[in-house]
């Protein structure tokens, strides 16, 4: 499904998408996305995202020290899709996790555009950084989500109750998990 990238930075996947990391232009798109009818209110985002937080955000070279990653995914010049991995916190028995976090604009489900994130993601997390755990939560009612984790290893490991308000209800929240499934070893050179 995957062919060799167009450059360095962009990795190109079937029916035209592209996957890349954010640029400062990218903001005003990324804002749009965020605050999607479709996409927002599946989010711990709120609406009328900000365009300036987004550029800020992006014009920051990336703490490659901490692993964390942000992929977005085009088709063509249209941002479909966005997704990261992020530290959990500063603590250091934490190290071995990171959270997930996914956004795909309506128009482009079903056409791969979550599965080549979720991929990318998981690939960076099993042979570059070797977590050992990538956790996420998801609203009870987003089935398109939970399959998708669901395909890429993700357990259920919990319920929690009136996790987010969501358009003045409160409502319930998966917490989900995947651990590392061939943690790294050591390999012996013989001797």
Known sequence: MQTPPSSPRDLRI?????????????????????????????????????????????????????GELVLLAFDGDRLVGSAGLHPVGPQARRRHAMML???????????????????????????????????????????RAIRLYERFGFEHEGRLRGFALREGRYVDAFTMARLHPRPPVIERSPE
């Not at 128009?107 to 998981?122: E, F, N, Q, T, Y």
Request: hydrophobic share 40%.
């Open 101 to 143: 976090g996914i956004g795909v604009h309506p128009d482009a489900h079903g056409r791969g555009v979550g599965s080549a994130l979720m991929d990318a993601l998981v690939r960076h997390a099993d042979d570059w950084l070797g977590l050992q755990r990538i956790e996420l939560t998801v609203f009870v009612d987003n089935l």
């Open 14 to 66: 079937a029916d035209g998408l592209t996957l890349r990391r954010p640029r400062v232009e990218d903001a005003r798109a990324h804002a749009e996305l965020m605050g999607h009818a479709g996409v927002q209110p599946w989010l711990l985002q709120t609406p009328y995202p900000s365009e300036l937080q987004w550029q800020e955000r992006f014009g920051k070279a990336p703490d490659t020290s901490s």
